[in-house]
């Protein structure tokens, strides 16, 4: 950033907290059951200074001081933490009428665009949830499987017989490659995909930490997100038109064609615009996700030899000698899926998931009663539940067999959030542990990896957080 950007920001964050220090003395009053309320420090700046340096740290600290729910003031808001399966489960069975998604992540919108997911309301924000859902339904996952085989063949033979590379970089590669195929199309994936990757990596970088306060703020991170986007529905508005014309509806199995295809209730159609944002959003959802699990995975089976054998075995017991496989084979690959689900626990993507009270909240965690006032933000966080001895055995342990039959730890309701929970469970889990399998198959029958630098740390300073750039160098020999 700039020097003047610098200065806004400091200006602009310099306010926010001016009013946060006149609002915890001018307005200190809770509801007499509220949760207890968290001061680290000098009042106000504390929480803000402990937060920044480490979240979950924080959260961890509260957690054994304050017990499963508390809440810390912070930038002139109330952050409630539920933590644990109990404080978890008002999070996530609450209605949208009572917990909302759009306050919270409303800094979405300059990257989704108007009247999509978070910016729309509520009835057509589920019928757009739906149209998603139904285009990636088991029917639809099928077709998917040899598309992912053929992209991930297709980027393997430029690596040759021996290498080494970043496996982080590799798999973010070949998961927009897939997902571009799968989601966006052939048309797409084979003439302009240079292009909107080069526009979903300026979009990428255009949510930073200062996003979720100063969402519009003129820094150059958003002003290349505002190009980005406007140049992403003239991309996309070509392709609209051009498949429009020619009318291969019936060709085309991707996402793309289900949300031009889609109706509103009151009989309107999305618009160019609104149908990119959509298309934004899904990509959004999952790629990272996606690359960061399989990078994840790799590298846990890479350390672990025993359990990569297994994995080997199982895809042996499955493929066999078989040149292609489908989608019911993949399904059957349980160990490699607990594996993936392990990543999962131990480094979730998203280490917290919010949303705002609209309405007052009552519940009841370890005997007692807790009052959370309208206006609070929740929060919950996956990264510290999933590590919480009391829930999880030897919860830093990286060990798949914990969700075999006759442990099964992730069962009890709420206790396990790699796809968050409740009706805002993520649905595009499935798509994700078949994209996650299905690459990771083609790559470890096809190649023995070592790594070369030692195991990495997660990046907690990233919006999504997966291992620290430029540490995750692995060797790799073709069989």
Known sequence: MTEPEFATIYLVVGSILAGAVLAYFIFPFRPKKAPPNVSLGIPVFGNVLAFIKSPLGLINKCYQQYGPVFTVPMFGKNLTFLIGPEAQAPFFKAKDDELSQNEVYGFMKPVFGPNVVYDAEPKKRNHQMQQMSHGLRSARLKSYVPKIIKETEAYLEKWGETGELDILDALSEL???????????DDVRETMFAEVSRLYHDLDKGITPI???????PISAHIKRNKARKEMIELFSKVIKQRRLSDSKAENTDILQIFMDMEYKDGTRPTDEEITGLLIALLFAGQHTSSITSTWTSLFLFQNKDLLKRVLDEMESVVGQKKDFDFEDIQKMDFLADCIRESLRLHPPLIMLMRYVKTQMAFTVKGREYVVPKGDIVFTSPAVGHRLPE??????KFDPDRYAPGREEHKAPFTYMGFGGGMHACMGQNFGYMQVKTILTVLLRKYDFAMVDKFPEADYTAMVVGPKEGTCKVRYTKK
């Not at 996003?211 to 703020?217: A, G, H, K, Q, R």
């Not at 829930?391 to 830093?396: E, M």
């Open 391 to 396: 829930v999880f055995a030897d919860p830093d």
């Open 175 to 185: 998961t927009i490659m897939t997902s571009s195929r799968c989601l966006h199309g």
């Open 211 to 217: 996003s979720f306060f100063l969402p519009n703020i």
